[in-house]
């Protein structure tokens, strides 16, 4: 009597079962139609699992990690996305579909852990700080039918200024966990990885990159630039033909930025309080490095692009403005050059006062991960540049003394073959640092802002000959500060004289140090306790006349930047002549001819905007910068190299 229950059950099981099938079956063919529709590709499917491309948290909250943009890429994907051949082959499945969104946020062609793993336990494949990937790589997607000669179509990258996230806001990391996180640092050194989903406060303000194109994220076409064909930690470099146009704009300036694991930067900004143990380095570095904003209702400033910047945190200027350079390429192959972001000053500065083996971590590990680099093997270092933003001597250790100062970051065999650009060089001979200017409070955001700061200047009434601010020096013997503010103590009425001592004082006030040399025809600049002065660009930003009394203090230094000329901008007394009381500054600076002091003010003039660095989050169109004119020298420098070592 139960038997034909049982079957009756069997029946309506198999049923079911077949109808469930037929149900799955229906809707994979429906999702895969709908995600290529007539050559297009629809945004719904890729909204509905944009959590496998990129993540979001369980709430729903995008993560943008490294200085990269938020994986939600389906708000602007209209927008961006471009249409692929009308062919209907460039996009097989739904595998296929998902890659460009996975490399347009990860940076990577892959998930999949590379096989050798270059020897360093803590690298972690990051996101690039500034260059977004792209799916630009020659290689065929997997059942692909497109023919040889057909070129893989490049979808440019997302726009995403919008998307920055405002100082201290709490965001949760998702997108870290695609790569086992590992670590072996020794000692106190900072944690190099955070847990993955962990929530924490950024006390950074990051940059998205532009698109890699002509214009400013403004749709113009892109240059052809493709994905770095070299894996982390793969013994050799696949070298992928570059198709270059004949016009290309961006030959010979084309600039690979090297993607590091996120504590050799990121990481040192999220634990800005440990940086400084004077200065809120958190506060300092917001506003992609430029620090706080001046009051605009001050009226010795112009109403924009006025910052309380810091002389150390270039290094994260020059990484922002690296973002929107227009040269920049996927294709390592192609580029003349290979910038390292890693913040050495940034780095060095919170184990300044610690044991050599604490501050040396950071350099060494640096090396051994480049040099299992492929891009490294091209030129052995040779096109590889860095920016130390503090001066040589910080990063010039040749000793294992705790009691020697900084860190033997330029002693390293292979940063001696790369081009290391700092605030002040040792002027050693065949030495491979570079002096650049240091930031100053001015990071004009257009052409516009250039020309009206200079025009204001033009029209200033000065009412002192000449100017000081700073402070005697009584544990340099050779130092001739004593003397210098004895002779502006002497003739008031002519010099200006602003002390500084103790950090509480209004010479460490930007607005007091900008009027004092607003008021004034010459600004004295001596050595200090090295030879050079961020006093000297403050002073030139104000259309001040520069007195030097070393040449190690300017003409030596920053050659890409200053006329070669110095007396065209400048005036030279001799730093012996001042220590034996032979000269008085006020009787040689009265006695050069008007004439002469309104040309060199112009001069002066005219080298604001090659000694500013601009607005990271805005580009100037005619003026180059000190980053514009940087760039181009290390370019020409890698070049010359080249053609002496091909």
């Not at 336990?121 to 500034?130: A, F, L, M, T």
């Not at 270059?244 to 996120?262: A, K, N």
Request: include cysteine; aromatic fraction near 8%; charged fraction near 30%.
């Amino acid at each position: 009597m139960e038997r034909p229950v049982i079957g009756k059950y069997r029946r309506g099981f198999l049923f079911v079962s077949v109808a469930a099938f037929v149900f799955w079956v229906a809707l994979i063919y429906v999702f895969n139609r709908d995600v290529v529709v007539d050559g297009e590709i629809d945004i719904k499917p890729l909204a509905d699992h944009v959590d496998q491309v990129g993540g979001s948290d369980a709430g729903g909250t995008s993560d943008k990690d490294d200085f990269m943009i938020h994986p939600n890429v389906v708000e602007k994907a209209e927008e961006n996305l471009v249409q692929t051949s009308g062919s209907g082959d460039s996009v097989g499945n739904e595998e296929e579909v998902r890659q460009p969104m996975r490399n347009t946020v990860s940076g990577d062609d892959s998930n999949e852990e590379p096989d050798d793993r270059t020897g360093n336990d803590e690298e972690v494949r990051q996101p690039q700080g500034n260059v977004e990937r792209r799916n630009d790589s020659h290689e065929e997607p997997v059942n692909s039918t497109k023919s040889g000669e057909e070129e893989v179509q490049q979808r440019p990258l997302r726009d995403t200024d919008s998307d920055e996230e405002p100082v201290g806001s709490h965001r949760t990391e998702d997108h870290e966990a695609q790569q086992p996180l590992r670590k072996e640092v020794e000692g106190s050194r900072l944690n190099d990885q955070e847990p993955v989903n962990s929530i924490r406060t950024d006390k950074e303000v990051l940059l998205p990159q532009r698109n890699i194109s002509d214009g400013v994220g403004d749709g113009s076409k892109e240059h052809p630039a493709s994905t770095d064909s070299a894996k982390a930690g793969a013994d050799e470099a696949v070298e992928e033909e570059a198709v270059v146009p004949e016009t290309d704009s961006c030959e010979g300036r084309y600039i690979f930025v090297q993607i590091l694991p996120r504590r050799f930067h990121v990481d040192l900004l999220r634990n800005c309080k440990s940086l400084s143990a004077w200065t809120d380095m958190c506060e300092t570095l917001s506003n992609a490095g430029l620090g706080p904003e001046l009051p605009s209702n001050e009226k010795a400033l112009s109403k924009t692009g006025w910052y309380s910047t810091n002389q150390f945190s270039l290094e994260v200027i020059f990484h922002n403005r690296m973002k929107q350079y227009k040269c920049l390429t996927n294709d390592s192959s192609i580029a003349t050059a290979i910038y390292i972001p890693y913040y050495a000053g940034l780095d060095v500065a919170q184990f300044l006062w610690h044991s050599t083996k604490y501050r040396d971590i950071g350099p060494q590990e640096l090396v051994k991960w480049l040099r299992a680099r492929p891009e490294w093997k091209r030129m052995w270092g040779k096109d590889h540049f860095l920016v130390a933003g503090r001066i040589s001597w910080d990063f010039r250790r040749e000793t294992f003394n705790d009691s020697d100062w900084g860190t033997n970051l330029l002693v390293l065999p292979e940063v001696k073959r790369m081009t290391s650009l700092v605030l002040e060089s040792t002027l050693i001979p065949d030495a491979t640092d570079f002096a650049i200017p240091y930031p100053t409070y001015f990071h004009p955001w257009s052409d516009a802002d250039v020309i009206h700061w200079q025009n204001q200047m033009k029209r200033l009434k000065r009412s002192y000959l000449f100017s000081f601010a700073g402070a005697r020096r009584p544990n340099l013997p050779n130092s001739i500060r004593d003397e210098i503010i004895d002779q502006c103590r002497a003739v008031k009425s002519k010099c200006k004289l602003l002390e500084c001592y103790s950090r509480g004082n209004t010479c460490y006030r930007p607005v007091n140090l900008i009027r004092l040399f607003q008021e004034s025809v010459f600004c004295l600049q001596p050595q200090g306790d090295s030879y050079t002065r961020r006093s000297t660009f403050d002073s030139i930003l104000m259309g001040c006349i520069p007195v030097f009394f070393h040449s190690g203090s300017a003409y030596d230094q920053y050659r890409w930047h200053l006329p070669s000329d110095h007396t065209k901008y400048s005036v030279f007394i001799p730093e012996a002549e001042v220590k034996k009381r032979k000269v008085n500054i006020e009787k040689v600076l009265s006695e050069i001819p008007r004439r002469k002091v309104e040309e060199m003010q112009q001069e002066v003039i005219e080298l604001i905007p090659k000694i500013v660095y601009a607005d990271p989050r805005s580009e100037l169109e005619t003026f180059e910068d000190a980053f514009d004119l940087t760039v181009k020298g290390v370019l020409e420098r890698i070049k010359t190299l080249r053609r002496e070592d091909p």
